[in-house]
């Protein structure tokens, strides 16, 4: 008898023990695929972006704007979270209208090699203000948050 009580006890145990891990990789999927979404999910913004540097200077030179170049990848989740919570923002947003030409550049495309080279882009996301002429005015390298990037603006 003795030993039927134990075996019960035992397959009772490796049920509560199953369920347990169910659960457990059921939650694990769901945090994961709630993480990757967050990560590359960028909603689209009303800001003009340019992906051409003689273009944004010539509207530059005819507005008396500074230029912000964003440099950028397809695969960056930084980049992506900083779309989703700063430039999709209407007060960054009117900001950028009033002070910046917003240039956008992917250093995945070859044609933005020289851009890259000119100004040592190392990471992404790396975000420069720049004059008319090139000359760097103020630079942030990684993700910036909106309060840090409307400082940043409001300073050039």
């Known amino acids: 008898m003795k030993i039927k009580n134990?075996?019960?006890?035992?397959k009772q145990s490796k049920k509560k023990s199953h369920s347990f891990w169910k659960f457990f990789w059921l939650t694990?999927?769901?945090?994961?695929?709630?993480?990757?979404?967050?990560?590359?999910?960028?909603?689209?913004?009303?800001?003009t972006w340019i992906d051409n540097m003689e273009y944004a200077q010539k509207l530059a030179n005819n507005s008396d704007k500074n230029i912000m170049v964003f440099f950028t990848a397809e695969w960056c989740s930084p980049c992506r979270i900083m779309k989703r919570e700063v430039f999709a923002d209407q007060e960054v947003k009117n900001a950028m209208d009033?002070?910046?030409?917003?240039?956008?550049?992917?250093?995945?495309?070859?044609?933005?090699?020289?851009?890259?080279?000119?100004?040592?882009?190392?990471?992404?996301?790396?975000?420069i203000f720049i004059d008319n002429e090139?000359?760097?005015?103020?630079?942030?390298?990684?993700?910036?948050?909106k309060a840090k990037f409307l400082e940043m603006l409001l300073n050039i």
């Open 6 to 10: 134990i075996s019960i006890d035992v």
């Open 28 to 47: 694990f999927l769901a945090v994961s695929l709630w993480y990757a979404w967050y990560s590359f999910y960028a909603p689209s913004n009303d800001i």
């Open 98 to 127: 009033a002070k910046v030409v917003s240039l956008e550049i992917n250093i995945d495309d070859s044609n933005s090699e020289a851009l890259i080279k000119q100004y040592s882009i190392g990471a992404t996301p790396t975000t």
């Open 134 to 145: 090139g000359n760097v005015i103020d630079y942030a390298v990684g993700k910036v948050g």
